[in-house]
Nanobody, 120 residues
Framework: VPLVESGGGLVQPGDSLKLSCAAS???????IGWFRRAPGKEREGVSCINRASRMTFYDDSVKGRFTISVDNAKNTVFLQMNSLKPEDTAVYYC???????????????WGQGTQVTVSS
C-alpha cells in the first residue's frame, strides 16, 4: 500500500510540527516507521510503531521530543515533533517496517517524503 507523507515545513528552533503518514487506497501495514535523510547524510530511522501491539521505538536523538501515534480509523500514523532543533532538518519518510521496542527494520520502498527545515 502506498504511503504518503505530509505536514513538513519551515519552523524555528523550539517550534513543533506534526507529520502525517497516510495509507493511499488500502490499510496501513502493522509496522510503520519514520525515517529521515539530512543533506549529505545517510537515511536514518527515527521512530516506529506497531499498530497492533502499540509498541513504539524512538532513536535516542529524538527521545522525549517526538511522539509517534496511530489513528487506525483514519489509516494514518502521526509523528508529533516538539522542541525542534536545526539538526532535525531533513526529508522525512514513512515506510512499512518491522517494529518493536528494541528497534525498527528498514525498507527499500520510499515515497517522496516531506521536508522539515528548522532554522532561525
Amino acid at each position: 500500500v502506498p504511503l504518503v507523507e505530509s505536514g513538513g515545513g519551515l519552523v524555528q528552533p523550539g517550534d513543533s510540527l506534526k507529520l502525517s503518514c497516510a495509507a493511499s487506497g488500502g490499510t496501513l501495514p502493522y509496522g510503520i516507521g519514520w525515517f529521515r535523510r539530512a543533506p549529505g547524510k545517510e537515511r536514518e530511522g527515527v521512530s516506529c510503531i506497531n499498530r497492533a501491539s502499540r509498541m513504539t521505538f524512538y532513536d535516542d536523538s529524538v527521545k522525549g521530543r517526538f511522539t509517534i501515534s496511530v489513528d487506525n480509523a483514519k489509516n494514518t500514523v502521526f509523528l508529533q515533533m516538539n522542541s525542534l532543533k536545526p539538526e532535525d532538518t531533513a526529508v522525512y519518510y514513512c515506510a512499512a517496517v518491522p517494529c518493536d521496542v528494541q528497534g525498527m527494520g528498514t525498507s527499500q520502498d520510499w515515497g517522496q517524503g516531506t521536508q522539515v527545515t528548522v532554522s532561525s
